[in-house]
């Protein structure tokens, strides 16, 4: 064994000790998590933006009294205790909330949802697991069902399709083939046959990013690199300046991606390829895990707690209930809430996560969403530039928040 | 014995797999904490894995053994977890304001920051290899893929990781004698 693989193993060991210990209810967790899912059919939602919410405490229920803990809420509150819930967002933002059932006519269940507009969403089916065959258009007022495209699974294929996006009057997708061949799919959204629009060689992380910007394709890859193709079909060349970069939402563009390492700031520093303007996120020494969108960007303090602010440093504030290493930040946060439950002293681990609620970071708003322990919903998508869609279940309802439709 | 409910199997609970939670959980968050790098997706693996194994609990009993089912369980749904991008809400909750990325000697503390850039197959082959101590062959077949796949992925992560973590290879000093 050389000098790396020694290391190596060393460091696994080492960092496999830092692993937090399992809350002393796992086991009932498991169980309950299981008889929901039996019940419910499998009726699992595949969330599709990047991620959602494992997030930290944000609120404890104790007994009958909801209270933040320990980070302060950003509401109007001035004080950093909340003891009231936030109403529940039917009321708050009522305009917001579109439901529709779980499952399509048919018993089919729907997989991603996409916005197509204020009244139509994109949704998906599988065939089998992972393996989605066809693209829907489904109309929120009259309810009905408009099939869009097959999505087809060529032989070879290793990375199903994924990655839907709405754009330029298209549906777009990637799928990747053994041994690295990477390919982006478009069909009509009025309806009509899926075809391969582009072919580019892609590493096991496939692309990491998908748009439409006028009559073309902008995407980048996981192992870096942006990259254009006309929106009809054709070659792609590679953006000028976009080597090893990422797609962070066209024409910004950066060098540490959404998956890059995480010593450095993720989208810290960014560039807009048609101006030449470039824009530096401000940041702390010591701070870590920093992750910037367009507008904001949250991270951790040395200390421990999270926080979210402006790209220029302004307007910090404590972050609910902690962040995810992954999801891209914006103007709206969703934290889980926790009941109190058995704990190994000293540790948060073990309180019963209960509901979650949506944060709105700019006005201090935020709402219930209504999620429950026993609704099969715990699964929901993080909202992010391109996607602004929560998504989850309420009993037999999916719940989607269109966060565009908040003022 | 089996309770049925809306036409669906319900498979009875068996305090042998809340022993086998209680006993083996925290081995498995570390196992998790090693393949995705972070506590978050570490439990999403766990809780993942433990709802399956409890689905499958009376057949991997009696056949197979329960944990090398949950850890091969653990390693295909990480590869696999990215291709989907989703996740669900823990149905427990991770400690507020605690890192655990911060290891005590510099050249491990490099090196685990450049596995975070690895392509998920490649940073499990690199876990099953030099933390789970797997042979190539054993790799394969926990993978599902082939031993010249498990041999390729692993030279291009450890060529990666050379590159990103120099300093891995020459470790530092571990104390007092640096110059």
Known sequence: MNDLEETLRRTLGHAAGQAPPAPDRLAEAVEAGYRRRRHRGQALLAAGAVVLLAGGAAIALRGETLQTLPATVPTETPSAVSTTPPPPIEQVWP??????????????????????????????TWSRFERTNAVYAYDLDTRKLRKIADVPTPRGTVLYASGFEVGGGRVLWWTALEGGKGQIWSAPL?????????????????????????????????????????????????VEGGTGMHLLAWPWIGPSGGYGPTDEPRFG???????????TAV????????????????????????????????GEQKLPG??????????????SVLGEGPRRQGLGVGRQVLGAVLYDMTTGKSADLGVRPEDDGLRMSYPDNRRPLLVYTVGDQLRVIDLTRIP | MTETRKGRRLVEPDSRFAEFVAERGD??????????????????????????????????????????????TMARLHIRAWRLRRRELLAWDLPEGEHHDVLPRGDEQALWQALATLPRKQRT?????????????EIAQVLGISRGTVRSQASR???????????????????????
């Open chain 1, 322 to 335: 902690g962040m995810h290493p992954l999801a891209l930040p914006g103007r709206f946060h969703t934290a």
């Open chain 1, 269 to 279: 520093s960014i560039r807009n390829v048609e101006t030449g303007e470039t824009d």
């Open chain 1, 283 to 314: 940041t702390q020494v010591d701070e870590k895990h920093i992750v910037c969108g367009l507008t904001f960007c949250v991270g951790a303090k040395p200390t421990g707690p999270s926080f979210h602010r402006l790209r220029d440093g302004s």
């Open chain 2, 27 to 72: 081995a498995l968050l570390r196992y998790g904490h090693v393949l995705a790098g972070n506590p978050h997706d570490a439990a999403d693996l766990v809780q993942e894995t433990l709802i399956k194994l409890r689905g499958a609990w009376p057949r991997v009993r009696a056949k197979d053994n329960p944990e090398s089912y949950a850890r091969t």
């Open chain 1, 95 to 124: 305009q917001a909330v579109r439901t529709l059932p779980v499952k399509l006519p048919g018993g089919r269940t729907i997989r991603e949802i996409r916005r197509i507009d204020d009244h139509t969403l994109l949704v998906t």
């Open chain 1, 190 to 238: 009025a309806g009509g046959q899926a075809e391969i629009v582009v072919t580019h060689p892609v590493d096991d992380g496939g692309f990491d990013a998908l748009e439409v910007a006028g009559d073309r394709i902008v995407f980048s890859v996981r192992a870096g690199g942006v990259f254009t193709a006309p929106l009809g079909g054709g070659p792609a060349e590679p």
């Open chain 2, 125 to 137: 082959v690199l876990v099953l290899r030099y933390y789970e101590q797997l042979t190539d062959a």
């Open chain 2, 157 to 179: 992560a450890l060529d990666k990781l050379r590159a990103a973590a120099p300093e891995a290879i020459n470790p530092q000093p571990v104390r007092g004698d640096a110059r």
